[in-house]
């Protein structure tokens, strides 16, 4: 009913109405927009001009040159990188940092700090690298214990006019199916979604006179109302969309139902950026280091960054996004609450993606994922389906907090069920005589990991981990100052191991199978005695067996 009252509010000039939306395909009135390259359509227009400082104050090349070249030699020193390593095990502690935490933003680490363990040799340096992975696991087990939060991607177009030389959605891909989700296909796929466990969803969208703003946020508050049986709902909608103005990202927080907006800087080294964005409105370098700026002045204040790892140096690219998020914090009271790790995989009809101009071996990728750990403790860090089954499960011990389980990067793949593994596809591209079928498989990227959610789960639940579906302190406004005098006292296992556990209990009584469901209730019961208040664990385990008897969305 919810859904079928959303639908019946759009806008009449928008879209054909019907009564229901369930199994119905609604149409769409949409313009046929042929635009070039260099077309200047704007996705999101700025109504409320703001004097925003300049893109090169808050990132300062020339400073992190300086500061790599700097610390070669002090990599090579074993004392100076411990010495290193001590101090960010004590940041994580919170034994010498600032008493006002204002968020959830703590830097563990300065510039030079962070530019010294990026030059260790992993090769050559093996035990310091050891080292550096033992205390990044220290910090991430202190913080977030055996907790992965669990979330899905939902893509609801793949039109673009940007031209990304890495990406497979790029409006120059000619040999790209494009397609958008009716309403009844965003149902359909927010259906499918929820039927594997989900309750944690991410919307993304191209840049595309034919999927605007207002469609968006037509998807967004649709989605937002769709239910399953037994018990499933999104309690949670992050969304990665494209840059926004003020005036937009007003209209984004109006929404209420947003948790945090998402935007990859792609690459902070602009030279490289131009190269690698030649058109569209994403081609504008400081433009879109200006977006979180934008995104703090209309109130926006949960925002997650990150870079593409392929494009260049990802030492750069580090110190970069420890400059942005710097700015942030000491500007607006409010560093990201997230940082992504992509690293480039092949994407269709992309030489780029095929062949990166700055390659991060294993080695090094681990390496960065432990360093972005002691250097950011407390903010969340994020691992896509890009990465192989051993890859992730290996980062998992190095300091990632959230990943994707059961990702599909092509528009309406999870209701259709009809997409063959991207592996399948590398070869139908090299063989297929069908340009058509070629185009109808291709996703955004392709998949390392295209185990289906309930495998991705197992496997978590077989290895100690807990599997996380989590949002309680977003809810109950328990975030930045708050948060942070939480964490002081050393009470973050009182809230969020108990909620997570609550969280597992639920999947467990709703979607596992019967072995999955006992190795699950073999970890909850381990894991309550990590709860360290006795009080609070006794009032855990009666919401437990209150789940169990049938209630749902319980939290502290």
């Known amino acids: 009913n919810l859904v079928s009252d959303t639908l019946r509010k759009q806008k009449n000039s928008e879209h054909t109405m019907l009564s229901r939306c369930r199994g119905v395909s609604l149409a769409r009135t949409l313009p046929s927009v042929r635009l070039s390259v260099n077309h200047a359509y704007q996705w999101s227009v700025e109504r409320e001009p703001h004097k925003l400082v300049d893109a090169h104050e808050i990132i300062r090349e020339s400073e992190i ?122 149902v359909q796929e927010a259906e499918a979604i929820q039927h594997v466990g989900h309750k944690r969803v991410l919307l993304l969208c191209g840049e595309h006179p034919k999927f605007t703003y207002d469609n968006f946020l037509d998807a967004l508050n649709l989605v937002k109302c769709v239910k399953t049986r037994p018990h499933g709902e999104f309690r949670r909608i992050n969304v990665e969309i494209p840059s926004l103005s003020v005036s937009d990202f007003r209209r984004l927080k109006a929404t209420g139902c947003v948790g945090t907006y998402t935007l990859f800087q792609e690459t902070y080294h602009e030279e490289s950026y131009k190269k690698f964005h030649p058109a569209g409105p994403k081609a504008n370098y400081a433009n879109r280091i200006l977006t979180f700026d934008r995104a703090q002045i209309a109130k926006v204040d949960d925002v997650g960054i990150g870079a593409l790892f392929g494009l260049y140096d990802h030492r750069f690219e580090i110190l970069a996004m420890l400059q942005q998020a710097e700015h942030l914090e000491k500007t607006y009271g409010a560093g990201p609450h997230t940082i992504s790790i992509p690293r480039m995989q092949p994407a269709h009809g992309s030489a780029v993606s095929e062949r990166p101009p700055y390659l991060v071996d294993d080695a090094h990728f681990k390496q960065l994922v432990a360093v972005i750990r002691c250097a950011v403790p407390y903010t969340g860090m994020i691992l896509s389906t890009r990465e192989s089954v051993a890859m992730r499960q290996e980062l998992l011990r190095m300091g990632v907090s959230q990943m994707s389980a059961g990702s599909r990067t092509e528009v309406g793949s999870y209701h259709r069920g009809d997409v063959v593994s991207d592996k399948e596809n590398l070869v139908n591209r090299a063989t297929s005589t069908s340009q058509e079928q070629v185009k109808k498989d291709a996703g955004q990227f392709t998949l390392g990991d295209e185990r289906p959610a309930n ?29 942070m005098a939480i964490a002081k006292k050393g009470n973050i296992a009182n809230y969020c191991q108990a909620n997570a556990l609550l969280t597992l209990r639920e999947y467990l009584e709703d979607y596992a199978s019967p072995e999955v469901k006992r190795i699950g209730m073999d970890v909850i019961a381990r894991e309550l005695r990590n709860v360290p208040d006795p009080a609070r664990r006794a009032a855990t385990t009666v919401r437990l067996e209150q789940i169990a008897g049938g209630k749902r969305d319980l939290y502290f």
Not at 103 to 116: D, M, Y
Not at 139 to 154: C, D, E, T
Not at 462 to 471: A, D, E
Request: glycine share 4%; net charge positive.
């Open 65 to 186: 040159f300086r500061a790599l070249d700097k610390t070669k030699l002090l990599a090579q020193d074993p004392a100076r990188v411990r010495d290193i390593l001590a101090k960010a095990l004590d940041q994580a502690k919170l034994k010498v940092v600032q008493k006002e935490c204002k968020s959830e933003f703590v830097q563990g680490l300065n510039l030079e700090e962070t530019a010294t363990l990026l030059n260790v040799d992993p090769v050559r340096q093996p035990e310091l690298m050891q080292e550096l992975y033992n205390t990044a696991l220290r910090i991430k087990q202190r913080i977030y214990g055996n907790r992965i939060v669990l979330f899905a991607p939902l893509y609801l177009s793949n039109y673009c006019v940007n031209s990304c030389t890495y990406c497979a959605f790029r409006g120059p891909n000619l040999d790209l199916h494009r397609s958008l989700l009716t309403h009844a296909e965003m």
């Open 455 to 483: 495998e991705v789960i197992e496997d978590l639940l077989r290895k100690g981990f807990i599997p996380s579906w989590c949002t309680a302190c977003y809810r109950m406004g328990r975030t930045g100052e708050t948060f």
